[in-house]
């Protein structure tokens, strides 16, 4: 499966923007979705992941109660929707699938687990 990353932006303190994740190649309801994020000078971190059934997501402590993870497999594409935006939340912004074969498991929160990758969209919140 291939991974396009979009919706990236600048973003004032406060406010929202909503990521994109396009799939193609293979039926995008075959894979967890999950987003991960890499600031300057740090490593790649857990964001969040929905299941294949949309049905679970698990969330880093980090944007929990802001962020959400839908996703529409008929339009194969997933979503990351974040809401009250911190400085401190950027970074640019990865999504990644993992082709499991559960329909229910939320996702791993380990990079390793995800198979394929999107290029990256960069987030950059001003205070």
């Known amino acids: 499966v291939q991974l396009q990353a979009s919706g990236g932006g600048l973003a004032q303190a406060g406010g929202s923007l909503r990521l994109s994740c396009a799939a193609s190649?293979?039926?995008?309801?075959?894979?967890?979705m999950g987003w991960f994020r890499q600031a300057p000078g740090k490593e790649r971190e857990f964001v969040a992941a929905?299941?294949?059934?949309?049905?679970?997501?698990v969330y880093a402590n980090s944007v929990k109660g802001r962020f959400t993870i839908p996703r529409d497999n008929g339009k194969n594409t997933g979503y990351l929707q974040m809401n009250s935006l911190k400085p401190e939340d950027t970074a640019v912004y990865y999504c990644?699938?993992?082709?499991?074969?559960?329909?229910?498991?939320?996702?791993?929160?380990?990079?390793?687990?995800?198979?394929?990758w999107g290029q990256g969209t960069l987030v950059t919140v001003s205070s």
């Open positions: 990644a699938a993992d082709p499991s074969a559960s329909t229910t498991y939320s996702g791993s929160s380990r990079a390793s687990a995800y198979d394929y």
């Open positions: 190649g293979r039926t995008f309801s075959s894979y967890i």
């Open positions: 929905i299941s294949r059934s949309a049905t679970n997501t």
